[in-house]
């Protein structure tokens, strides 16, 4: 009689550890997907809004051209231009801008990265740039001229959710004003347009 007794006793307490885990397990799979799956909702369609969109208007209109970008992964993947990676990551005559002066301190740095960069862009003829501002060193040249820039909402997983267009050469203002207003933008991303004085 002890021993059946014990041995029910030990199953049920087996039965019930195991329940426990099983209920543990399903609270935790629970919480992840309420708490993650808004964010990785959100995260896929900034990424398509912002990013997949930027590669779909360089693939349309600037396919084989020279052009500068900062965050590089759908461009380089899907747009087929001449990419220069404005933070050195898939360029590496930048990176070895960086290498060489990473010991500096970081004003000097910034000065000599952000010189390197305007100095190579204007000497092997990249025609625009889709950049954060607030990426390139220092600040953005005034002669690189502010086109329109696109804004993303509810951004989770984008960097920043604004992105501008620069054309980095005076005649390269109208064409890319034209090939972006022609582009068919995803409805939930907001375009505007700088006020551009010509001279």
């Known amino acids: 009689m002890c021993y059946n007794f014990c041995h029910v ?3 049920n307490l087996q039965n019930l550890t195991m ?3 099983v209920l543990a397990i399903m609270a935790i799979a629970a919480y992840r997907f309420q708490f993650m799956h808004q964010p990785g909702l959100y995260s896929s ?5 912002q990013q997949i969109e930027m590669s ?3 693939g349309t209109y600037y396919k084989g051209e020279k052009v500068v970008a900062n965050d590089i992964g759908a461009i380089s993947f899907y747009s087929e ?3 220069l990676d404005m933070v050195g990551l898939g360029s590496t005559d930048v990176a070895k801008v960086c290498v060489e002066n990473a010991n500096l301190p970081t004003k000097i740095f910034n000065e000599k990265y952000r010189s390197f960069l305007i100095d190579y862009c204007a000497k092997n003829n990249y025609k625009i740039a889709i950049i ?3 990426w390139f060193p220092v600040k953005v040249p005034s ?24 054309a980095l050469k005076p005649e390269e ?3 890319l004003q034209q090939n972006l207003m022609n582009f068919n933008l995803n409805k939930n991303v907001e375009q505007w347009y700088y006020n551009i004085r010509t001279q």
């Open 9 to 11: 006793l030990r199953l």
């Open 19 to 21: 329940a426990i885990g």
């Open 45 to 49: 369609k900034n990424i398509y809004e």
């Open 56 to 58: 779909r208007f360089l």
């Open 81 to 83: 231009v001449q990419l």
């Open 132 to 134: 954060y501002p607030s």
């Open 143 to 166: 002669t690189w001229t502010p086109v329109a820039s696109w804004k993303i909402n509810n951004n989770k997983s984008a960097a920043i959710n604004r992105v501008v267009f620069y």
């Open 173 to 175: 203002i109208k064409p």
